[in-house]
């Protein structure tokens, strides 16, 4: 089957009841989406499909239609995207591994509320930080927002 990956189409041999957490991991060798819970409760495996954040792990590669987006897509060489420059101004990580289900899922609300209030980012932030970075991420999203001209 074919995927858009990062806005390149893949050819994917896999079965289509595979988890599109693993078609991208093991299979195209994609590691920025990451293995956390395997239910689709702690985001760290969260991708952009058609622009929605999604739980890789929970959605199989046969029911994909829309373009994919994981972390690696999102900006090119050392133009980085508004929200990932406010994670690295706002010192956001910790130990790093949420950290790319964090950014998509605050790039998707970014793209739909340009001006998110606290309310507004905790409905729509539900990824779980074990290091609870949650403070800073609240300011960098609200950096972003600023950023992006809201």
């Given at each position: 089957m074919k995927l858009t990956i990062n806005g390149s189409i893949k050819d994917v041999d896999a079965d289509p009841e595979?988890?599109?957490l693993w078609a991208l991991r093991d299979l195209l060798g994609i590691k920025g989406?990451?293995?956390?819970?395997?239910i689709g409760a702690c985001g760290a495996c969260t991708?952009?499909?058609?622009?929605?954040p999604q739980r890789s792990c929970s959605v199989t590669v046969g029911s994909v239609s829309g373009a994919i987006t994981t972390i690696e897509g999102v900006s090119s060489g050392e133009n980085?995207?508004?929200v990932q420059q406010a994670w690295i101004d706002e010192?956001?990580?910790?130990c790093g591994?949420?950290?790319?289900?964090q950014i998509l899922a605050a790039i998707a609300l970014l793209n739909e509320n340009p001006k998110p209030n606290d309310d507004d980012i905790s409905e729509a932030m539900t990824n779980l930080c074990r290091c609870g970075t949650y403070p800073r991420i609240?300011?960098?999203i609200h950096r972003a927002?600023?950023?992006?001209?809201a």
């Open positions: 595979m988890p599109l989406p990451k293995f956390g819970c395997g991708v952009l499909i058609d622009g929605e980085l995207h508004v010192q956001v990580p910790q591994y949420c950290q790319s289900g609240r300011s960098a927002a600023k950023k992006m001209g």
